[in-house]
C-alpha cells in the first residue's frame, strides 16, 4: 500500500537506499506493474539474476515516486531526455526530480525538487580490464591517484572516482561519456577522495556538487546536484 511523503524541500535532497528482494517468485509479479517499455527492456537482460535486479529496482523506484505524488505506482509515468536522462511525465507540474541506479543487491534513489540530481553505486569486485579503463579515460592526475593507493585499495579507488564521473554525467542529462573529461578527482588533506566539475562553465550560485556516499566496504556510491541555488541538505534513508 502507497504511503504520503512530503516533497523535498528547496535545497533537500532525499537518498534512498534500497535492498533488492531476492525472491525469484515476487519480481515476475512486480513486472506487470511496469510499463511496456519497462517490461521489453526487462526481456533483454539475459538471465534471471539481471531481469530480477531490474524490476525490483524499477518497482521500488515507481513505489517511491507514487508515495511522493500521492498516486498508485502503476500511474507513474516516464519521459527521456535526449540521453536517455528520465523524468516523471505523469502526474506532470510536480517539480520531483530522480535519479537511480543498481549494483548487485544495493539500489540507490535520489530524490529532489530545486535542481539536475545524478547517482550511481558500483559494488566493489574484481573486474578484469579496470586498469586499462583508468588509464584511457582518467586524467593523469587520476591514474597516479589509483596507482599510489595499496594494492588491495586501487579497484575501490577506480570505482569511487567512477561514480563521479557517472553521478555528474546523469546530473547533466549527457552521460558518464560527456563527464568522463568533465570530472576531475583529487584527495584532501585528510585523505578522503573528492571531485569538482572541470571545463564547463556554471555560476557560483549554481556550481555542481560532486560527493562520495559512505556505504560501508561492499558498495561506492557517489551523488552530483547542477543547478541547485542554495547548499545541497542530503538525507540518507533506507527504503522499507
Not at 528547496?10 to 511496469?34: E, I, P, T
Not at 546523469?170 to 561519456?177: D, H, P, R, S, W
Not at 558498495?219 to 541555488?229: R, W
Request: charged share 25%; with cysteine; aromatic share 8%.
Amino acid at each position: 500500500m502507497s504511503q504520503t511523503r512530503t516533497l523535498p524541500c528547496a535545497g533537500d535532497v532525499h537518498l534512498w537506499r534500497v535492498q533488492l528482494d531476492r525472491d525469484g517468485a515476487s519480481y515476475r509479479s512486480k513486472c506487470n506493474d511496469l510499463s511496456t517499455d519497462e517490461q521489453e527492456r526487462c526481456a533483454r537482460f539475459a538471465g534471471d539474476e539481471l531481469q530480477r535486479r531490474y524490476v525490483n529496482t524499477r518497482w521500488a523506484l515507481r513505489r517511491l515516486l507514487a508515495d511522493y505524488l500521492d498516486c498508485a505506482p502503476q500511474a507513474v509515468r516516464f519521459r527521456y531526455g535526449p540521453r536517455g536522462k528520465p523524468a516523471v511525465a505523469c502526474p506532470a507540474d510536480s517539480g520531483l526530480r530522480f535519479s537511480v541506479t543498481h549494483s548487485s543487491e544495493l539500489a540507490l534513489i535520489a530524490c529532489t525538487t530545486q535542481a539536475d540530481i545524478g547517482v550511481d553505486v558500483e559494488q566493489v569486485r574484481e573486474l578484469p580490464f579496470w586498469l586499462d579503463v583508468a588509464r584511457r579515460y582518467f586524467s593523469e592526475k587520476e591514474l597516479a591517484l589509483v596507482e599510489a593507493q595499496p594494492l588491495a585499495d586501487r579497484i575501490r579507488c577506480f570505482l569511487q572516482i567512477w561514480t563521479f564521473k557517472e553521478a555528474y554525467g546523469k546530473a547533466l542529462g549527457e552521460g558518464v561519456g560527456t563527464a568522463l573529461h568533465g570530472v576531475r578527482s583529487f584527495t584532501g588533506a585528510n585523505g578522503k577522495l573528492f571531485a569538482i566539475a572541470h571545463g564547463r562553465v556554471h555560476t557560483m550560485a549554481h556550481a555542481p556538487r560532486i560527493e562520495s556516499l559512505a556505504l560501508g566496504d561492499e558498495y561506492v556510491a557517489a551523488y552530483s546536484i547542477v543547478g541547485m541555488p542554495v547548499a545541497a541538505s542530503v538525507r540518507v534513508m533506507d527504503a522499507a
